[in-house]
RNA sequence: CGGGGUGUAGCGCAGGCCGGUUAGCGUACCUGCUUUGGGAGCAGGGGGUCGCAGGUUCGAAUCCUGCCACCCCGACCA
């Protein structure tokens, strides 16, 4: 930690007034609206608040619809870039399939069908006409023959593509990722944790063979679990879905649950193997090397604009989002503190170099000498919006070749020599991305639970957390738990303990411990 | 899709029960001066189809009817 071994203790931030009072004693409006609800209050609210104030999306006109704003779109693009970035190195190449599915399509799979059709948007006409009394009606004679779903996903339209494309062995596997936006008519909607449309990548890959395939699933969900830990510093349990859970056409779902402040499991990303599932609903099938008719086999896998929603509930606190370094569109801003037009140039002066060494280590930062807004109203503005670092530039610090260092994880603040600013800062940012993993994770372990009893279990599930449990692998015994606790088997984790035991709840033999706890 | 709630200035709200000047407050916005190391102060100013549509009435933000939208809680799902 190459910080805090020149930080000293800073002022405490925390201790600053929550509440403001004018010279009426009546609450000032605007402070107060400021202000977000504390998460221990209601974690909810706090999420809601948080998402609005810090500017990253906002409820649009339309129902269940966002609209993400560009702080929160600069941030799903560091993500998109830091995805796309892998999905390359693992070999796979992007492309773009029609937001539109005929009905049929969809229809082919069964199980697929029915997962996804009490969710979808169809589109019936194809066109508008004007109409004296109602202003624009939809015409009638403009039906189409056949109904369009707009995509929930795209393994149906994909797969009836790749039939055309795979007809030997020679073009396997077929690696494609494409970058979208699906629809899921949800009735109950939150920002970016659930919308009724939504930006997402799904990955949808063609194998030779049932072994290829499902290591391709494997070796997805590890991109999924790289990613989550390494970028958004969040720790995630690798794991199989269990039949309940499972993609509606997968034969096996994998997935990274992640733990959010309140203790609630987030499924971060799924991985699918498909198995021929949809090689045998859509007739894809390839001559292999002994010249048989063989058909392909499939993984999917796909992660969404829901990781937003993940990395705000996993570091964010009471004063707003809190960004790691390496997902932050902006690491570093600079703000100046200047009596007068003549002090501020002087700075400007004094900061261009500072602001050249961060460029030139790849840093982002933004100077903000803006000077229509004061130096107090961008200190909140950045606490808000989560920005890792801040450096404040005043008279002061010119005298001294000093700046002021803050960083947003832990609300410290350092006063610094500025000449070799930008090593320093650079080795900040790399300390806060790590601190900001390691907290994550001490609190998912300190509310980790092994449970054998199950009276035990429905005591402490209310609080929250992880419980490792012992379970007969049956369905029933899965819908019964959920039924009397709200609580699901979020996966069998592929790590940890793997002793066999007695379900908690029926005493029937257990093949391993799984987790068991209330998800988004 | 059920239960609850809310729609009045960009945002947050008061007024409504008990109809009656020009619809009010805070903030934000604009101008000026003083300020600037944690959302500055004072003074002045601009901004409104009171969600929409009907109805009752001399008169409706207020009462009545219908509709719409959004939020929260359940059921369903990522």
Redesign the pocket.
């Known amino acids: 930690m190459a910080f805090q071994a020149f930080v000293q203790p800073g002022?405490d931030?925390l201790s600053?007034p929550t509440c403001f009072w004018?010279?009426?004693n009546?609450?000032?409006?605007?402070?107060?609206?400021?202000q977000l609800t504390k998460r221990d209050t209601d974690y909810?609210?706090w999420y809601?608040d948080l998402v609005l104030?810090a500017d990253m999306a906002e409820?649009?006109?339309?129902?269940?619809?966002m609209v993400i704003k560009p702080h929160g779109y600069a941030i799903w693009e560091k993500m998109q870039g830091a995805l796309d970035g892998m999905f390359k190195a693992t070999g796979h190449v992007n492309a773009y399939f029609p937001l539109f599915i005929p009905k049929s399509y969809l229809a082919k799979e069964a199980s697929h069908v029915e997962?996804f059709a009490?969710?979808c948007a169809v589109v019936t006409h194809y066109r508008l006409k004007s109409d004296p009394e109602k202003g624009i009606i939809v015409d009638p004679d403009a039906k189409l023959e056949e109904e369009l779903i707009i995509r929930?996903t795209s393994e149906t339209i994909i797969w009836n593509t790749y039939r055309g494309w795979i007809k030997s062995y020679r073009d396997l596997p077929l690696l494609i990722n494409q970058w979208a936006n699906?629809v899921?008519w949800?009735?109950?909607?939150?920002?970016f944790?659930?919308?009724?449309?939504?930006l997402w990548q799904e990955g949808h890959t063609a194998h030779a063979t049932q072994q290829e395939a499902e290591e391709e699933a494997r070796r997805m969900l590890d991109v999924y679990a790289t990613f989550a830990e390494e970028w958004m510093a969040m720790p995630v349990i690798k794991g199989v879905k269990t039949a309940s859970?499972?993609?509606?056409g997968a034969v096996d779902t994998y997935c990274i649950e992640a733990m959010m402040q309140d203790g609630k499991s987030l499924?971060a990303g799924?991985s699918h193997f498909l198995g021929q599932n949809f090689a045998k609903a859509f007739d894809v099938l390839f001559t292999n090397k002994e010249n048989k008719q063989e058909y392909v086999w499939a993984s999917s896998w796909g992660v969404?604009?829901?990781l937003m929603g993940a990395l705000i509930m996993t570091h964010s606190d009471d004063?707003?989002l809190v960004l790691p370094p390496k997902l932050a569109p902006v690491q570093v801003a600079i703000v100046p503190?200047?009596?007068?037009?003549e002090q501020l140039t002087a700075i400007d002066g004094y900061v261009k170099p500072i602001v050249d060494a961060l460029r030139a280590k790849g840093i982002a930062v933004k100077y903000d000498n803006d000077?229509?807004?004061?130096?107090?109203?961008?200190?909140?503005?950045y606490?808000?919006k989560g920005y890792p670092v801040?450096i404040?530039?005043?008279?002061?610090?010119?005298?001294n070749g000093?700046?002021?260092v803050?960083r947003r994880d832990t609300?410290e603040?350092q006063?610094m020599q500025a000449a070799d600013i930008a090593e320093k800062v650079e080795h900040l940012l790399e300390a806060i991305q790590d601190n900001l993993y390691r907290k994550a994770l001490t609190m998912r372990e300190e509310n980790t639970h092994v449970i054998d009893s199950y009276a035990e279990f429905k005591d402490r599930i209310d609080q929250g957390g992880f419980f490792l449990a012992h379970w007969d692998g049956t369905p029933e015994t899965e819908e019964k738990v959920k039924n009397e606790t709200?609580a699901t088997i979020r996966c069998i984790p592929f790590t940890g303990d793997k002793t066999p035991g007695k379900c908690m709840v029926t005493g029937n033999p257990s093949a391993q411990r799984v987790i068991f706890a209330k998800?988004?």
Not at 393 to 399: L, S
């Open positions: 002022r931030l600053r004018n010279k009426n009546t609450k000032n409006a605007q402070n107060m609206s400021d909810a609210q809601n104030k409820h649009s006109e339309v129902r269940g619809c997962g009490k969710e929930p699906v899921r949800e009735l109950r909607t939150r920002l944790l659930r919308t009724a449309e939504f859970e499972r993609f509606a499924q799924t969404s604009t829901r004063h707003g503190i200047a009596k007068n037009g000077d229509k807004r004061k130096p107090g109203w961008k200190f909140a503005e606490e808000f801040r404040a530039v005043g008279p002061r610090d010119m005298e000093t700046v002021e803050a609300l603040k006063v709200k998800s988004y």
